[in-house]
């Protein structure tokens, strides 16, 4: 059943789109031979005329149109007749392109006021973070840190801690030997080297037989993640220099030493990098009874394991006056557009993989599971995101979508004429299959992500 509520909820996103084209026309005095819900590619399901406009129900529920006498050649309505869309001004024009757009970011807006309204709350997207009972193995480097169950985990080597993902990527990707080292760490290792052998250069190899004295203290690696990172919104990279098997062979004689003596392979760097590589600290800040407490660091161990159980507790907003539900509701569509439109750029920049695009399969199931696990409402903002989300796919200057029609309007207004309509069929036909490909390959990503769960 929750499938099919979000299924439903979907399709009311897209039924709201192609209203808002209807209205819109409608508006102008333009006249609306067929408004099509799904892509008109395969059998129809249903047909039925309601005045002058043919209501159609395609099998591919995964889209919608409304269809403009200007589309069929041979219509009968005279070329120069005030009800086609070419004969209407730019600005007309323009209007009913994007009154998709504008339908879908009202009906965004809608939906959450809706939800703060009748729950009187709204998620705030952070979760606090508890800590609970040590599990690590005696001798463990938790043991020292002063950690307690119940404590809030509140920052990890800087980074504010409000879900659960951004702590387990951090500790995860500080597991001690991990062999990625950040180049101002090895830097700063061998400056400290420097420091103690002045008579060797950074990249000559130290004679055999020649002992350097080594640090009694390195620089430790920690690893971090900005806040885009911490969202989700973008992949986190732990950056930095991978190290071969040559410098891990290197470390393992460098261990509890504190003089090496060359056997003629390595050079003062090699030497830097080895010692860079390591135990990588986590340096906790908590709070407990209101009060912030700095934890002694914390080092995972070669899994990237630090042996505490964890608790997460999402932070709602109360919304219980209409001043409340108009502001909370702008600012979490707001937060969580902003957030969408950075990971679609990082989409766009390959920084994230198409591999990792998904769709309507997907986020049915997603949000039939969320629906199941914390009600309906859950359900309706995951839909008023995705609304927003349609908003923004639509107006993208790209042929065959409704910003690919204003980017020909605007051509049309700086030229002083429209483009010929034979170049934006062809256009619009290479684009349109563009997309059915890349909606083929989007739900084949979905399908895939399924199987494996």
């Known amino acids: 059943m929750s499938i099919v509520i979000m299924i439903l909820l979907l399709s009311l996103l897209i039924l709201v789109h192609e209203v808002g084209h209807f209205l819109a026309a409608r508006t102008f005095g333009i006249k609306v031979d067929k408004f099509g819900f799904g892509l008109p590619v395969g059998p129809t399901l249903f047909r039925t005329k309601i005045n002058d406009v043919e209501i159609l129900v395609h099998a591919l529920l995964l889209g919608g149109y409304v269809s403009f006498p200007d589309d069929d050649k041979d219509c009968d309505l005279p070329k120069d007749s005030p009800e086609r869309f070419i004969n209407k001004p730019v600005w007309q024009r323009a209007i009913v ?3 998709g757009v504008i339908a879908n970011v009202i009906c965004a807006i809608a939906l959450v006021i809706l939800v703060a309204s009748v729950s009187g709350k709204l998620p705030s997207g952070n979760y606090e973070i508890f800590a609970g009972g040590i599990t690590a193995p005696k001798g463990a480097s938790i043991w020292n840190s002063g950690l307690e169950a119940g404590d809030r985990i509140l920052e990890v080597n800087g980074c504010k801690i409000n879900n659960l993902y951004s702590f387990m990527t951090i500790v995860k990707n500080s597991a001690k030997n991990n062999g990625i080292i950040k180049v101002q760490t090895i830097d700063e290792n061998y400056k400290r080297l420097k420091e103690l052998n002045p ?23 920690t690893i971090t993640m900005d806040k885009y990172a ?10 930095g220099i991978k190290i071969d098997s040559k410098i891990e062979n290197l470390q393992k004689e460098l261990e509890n030493k504190t003089v090496y003596t060359s056997d003629g392979k390595y050079s003062m760097y090699d030497v830097a990098k080895a ?26 161990d070669e899994k990237g394991v630090i042996g505490i159980g ?15 539900i108009t502001k909370e509701s702008c600012k979490y569509l707001w937060e969580n557009t902003y957030l969408m439109m950075y990971s679609l750029g990082q989409l766009f920049t390959g920084n994230i993989p198409l591999k990792d695009m998904h769709g309507v399969v997907a986020i049915t199931k997603i949000g039939g599971d969320m629906i199941e696990k914390s009600g309906k409402s859950s359900g309706i903002l ?35 004429r429209p483009v010929d309509e034979k170049v934006i069929e062809i256009i619009s036909n290479v684009f349109f299959s563009l997309l059915i ?3 083929i390959f989007v739900v084949f990503n979905d399908i895939t992500l399924l199987i494996r769960k």
């Not at 008579?199 to 690696?221: C, F, S, Y």
């Open 199 to 221: 008579g060797l250069e950074r990249n000559e190899v130290i004679p055999t037989g020649i002992a350097i004295r080594l640090p009694l203290e390195v620089q430790k690696d």
């Open 310 to 324: 964890l608790s997460a507790k999402q932070t709602m907003i109360e919304t219980k006056t209409i001043p409340s």
């Open 230 to 239: 911490a969202k989700g919104a973008k992949y986190f990279k732990n950056e």
């Open 275 to 300: 010692l860079s590589n390591g135990e990588h600290p986590l340096n906790i800040i908590v709070e407990r009874d209101n009060e912030t407490v700095k934890l002694n660091p914390i080092y995972p």
């Open 382 to 416: 995951l839909a008023a995101l995705i609304s927003m989300n349609l908003a923004i796919l639509n107006i993208l200057p790209i042929p065959a979508l409704d910003g690919g029609h204003l980017m020909f309007l605007l051509v049309e207004k700086i030229i002083g």
């Open 97 to 99: 392109v994007s009154a």
């Open 437 to 439: 490909i890349l909606m």
